[in-house]
């Protein structure tokens, strides 16, 4: 029987019966992939150790009817630390979720798996703040998904500084204040519903929110986070429209990301 091998993580396991598990597993070649674990469940079942959601690990496993059969596997990196925090859990699960949403069965997903390893990784360790972590994994994700913004300037008149710009979330574009202001954009209260949904995506940036919203399109994957937001209400604006930014596009919220909002007190 031909066996296959692939280096993955395990983004959602699903219990079956007493004893085993099925895991999707996202990997660079084949995307995401379903494995059923045998065993898994109980203490002394071999594969137990690799089949932890968010254990980054190689996997063999063989076809059988409508089913890929773990046959084994080997943790990399199991990411432990992850579990010793209720906020690094949430946050874990919310990228995970993201993660699956956007990739496909069978289609390669090299860079997103890239992503969500060096953004696990960060939250794992505490390397950056958590809100950096969360709006760069958002805005990457969304750009490898094919909704990559434009930000070079304001797409009216090309104005490429300003305070604020405004990041028109469903065009993927920005707006300069005096654009904005001929377009009756702002200040516009008491339209229909799509005038006043359309202002709400409308994300104000300052300009070291901006510049953080760039970098994090733009970054080379192995300095994805290496940025610093000393500002709050930048930071906040930058978390913000990250958000927006990926569920407009995605066209859903996702309970993990309410639920990880709700345990940290954050206001909506
Ligand atoms: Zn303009």
Redesign the pocket.
Same mark, same amino acid.
């Given at each position: 029987m031909q066996h296959t091998s692939v280096d993955g993580i395990v983004v959602r396991v699903r219990d079956m019966g007493d004893h085993d598990r099925y895991l999707s597993v996202l990997t660079a070649e084949r995307g995401r992939i379903t494995l059923l674990s045998k065993g898994s469940r109980s203490m002394r079942g071999q594969q137990m150790g690799v089949s932890q959601l968010y254990t980054y690990g190689n996997f063999e496993y063989y076809r059988r009817g409508d089913f890929n059969i773990l046959k084994s596997g080997t943790p990399i990196q199991p990411f432990y630390a992850l579990s010793t925090d209720i906020d690094r859990l949430n946050l874990a699960a919310y990228l995970c979720e993201v993660a699956i949403e956007v990739t496909d069965e069978g289609e390669p997903a090299d860079q997103l798996l890239r992503l969500l390893l060096n953004a696990l990784y960060a939250i794992s360790r505490d390397l950056y703040p958590q809100a950096i972590v969360k709006g760069v994994f958002e805005l990457r994700a969304a750009s490898l998904s094919g909704y990559a913004p434009d930000l070079l300037g304001?797409c009216? %008149?090309g104005?490429q500084a300003g305070d604020p710009l405004y990041l028109d979330v469903m065009n993927g574009a920005l707006? %300069?204040s005096? %654009?904005l202001q001929k377009k009756g954009g702002v200040g516009r209260r008491g339209g229909d519903y799509d005038e006043i949904r359309e202002a709400e995506l409308l994300c104000p940036l300052t300009p070291a929110a901006l510049a953080a919203v760039r970098y994090a399109v733009e970054a080379p994957m192995e300095r994805l986070f290496s940025f610093e937001l000393k500002e709050k209400e930048d930071l906040e604006l930058f978390s913000k429209t990250a958000q927006s930014y990926l569920l407009s596009h995605l066209g859903r919220g996702f309970d993990s990301l309410n639920f990880y909002h709700a345990m940290r007190g954050d206001t909506p």
């Open positions: 304001c009216h %008149c104005m707006l %300069c005096a %654009c």
